[in-house]
């Protein structure tokens, strides 16, 4: 069985959107979570933990690879 875990959680829909969407495009299967409840009820965010970024557990380093090498290339 395959795990999952929350990589990482957002306060921000596009932010999370743009990550998820890159970690796909990488061949990184993933999802959000409460993106909708945080959307409609902002001021329920923190109480929710945010939108949340689910990974399986054996992407976690390829996912944070990835995110490194996209922020250093996009900070250059």
């Given at each position: 069985?395959?795990?999952?875990?929350?990589?990482?959680?957002?306060?921000?829909?596009?932010?999370?959107?743009?990550?998820?969407?890159?970690?796909?495009?990488?061949?990184?299967?993933?999802?959000?979570?409460?993106?909708?409840?945080?959307?409609?009820?902002?001021?329920?965010?923190?109480?929710?933990?945010?939108?949340?970024?689910?990974?399986?557990?054996?992407?976690?380093?390829l996912a944070e690879k990835i995110f490194n090498d996209?922020?250093?290339?996009?900070?250059?």
């Amino acid at each position: 069985m395959k795990e999952t875990k929350v990589l990482k959680t957002y306060d921000n829909l596009a932010l999370a959107n743009l990550e998820r969407d890159l970690l796909l495009q990488n061949g990184v299967e993933c999802f959000l979570s409460d993106e909708n409840i945080v959307q409609l009820y902002p001021m329920f965010s923190s109480p929710f933990g945010g939108i949340r970024l689910h990974i399986f557990e054996k992407d976690t380093d390829l996912a944070e690879k990835i995110f490194n090498d996209y922020y250093e290339s996009v900070d250059k």
